[in-house]
Nanobody, 125 residues
Framework: DVQLQASGGGLVQAGGSLTLSCAAY????????IGWFRQAPGKEREGVAC?????????????YYADSVKGRLTISSDRAKNTLYLQINTLKPEDTGVYYC?????????????WGQGTQVTVSS
C-alpha cells in the first residue's frame, strides 16, 4: 500500500524560501513517476513538476519552467530516504496554495494514482 506524506508548508513572508518534503512509503523511486501539484485558492489543482521513472530526470510544467531555470523552483529526490522535495525560493503571494505530492502506479499510466494529503503554503505580502 502506497502512502505519501507531504510536509514543510507554512506561513512565510514574500521573498522567503520553503522546502516541501514528501515521504513515500510502499513506493520505490524509479518504479514510476512522482511529482508535485498545486491548488491555489479557488482554482483547480495543477501540475508543477515531476521526476521521471526512467532516468530520474526532472520535468516542469510549462508554466513553471521559467522559474526552474531561474532557480526559483527545484524538484529533487533522495532515493536513500525515499523522499521527494520541492524547493521554492523568492516566494510570492501567488505561490499560496495547497501542495500535493502524487505518484503513478505504473510508468505508462496517464494519471497519478496515489496522493498525499497536501501541505498548505501561505505567502504574505
Amino acid at each position: 500500500d502506497v502512502q505519501l506524506q507531504a510536509s514543510g508548508g507554512g506561513l512565510v513572508q514574500a521573498g522567503g524560501s520553503l522546502t516541501l518534503s514528501c515521504a513515500a512509503y510502499g513506493f520505490t523511486f524509479g518504479d514510476s513517476a512522482i511529482g508535485w501539484f498545486r491548488q491555489a485558492p479557488g482554482k483547480e489543482r495543477e501540475g508543477v513538476a515531476c521526476i521521471s521513472s526512467t532516468d530520474g530526470t526532472a520535468y516542469y510544467v510549462d508554466k513553471y519552467y521559467a522559474d526552474s531555470v531561474k532557480g526559483r523552483l527545484t524538484i529533487s529526490s533522495d532515493r536513500a530516504k525515499n523522499t521527494l522535495y520541492l524547493q521554492i525560493n523568492t516566494l510570492k503571494p501567488e505561490d499560496t496554495g495547497v501542495y500535493y505530492c502524487a505518484a503513478k502506479r505504473f510508468p505508462e499510466a496517464l494519471t497519478y494514482d496515489y496522493w498525499g494529503q497536501g501541505t498548505q503554503v501561505t505567502v504574505s505580502s
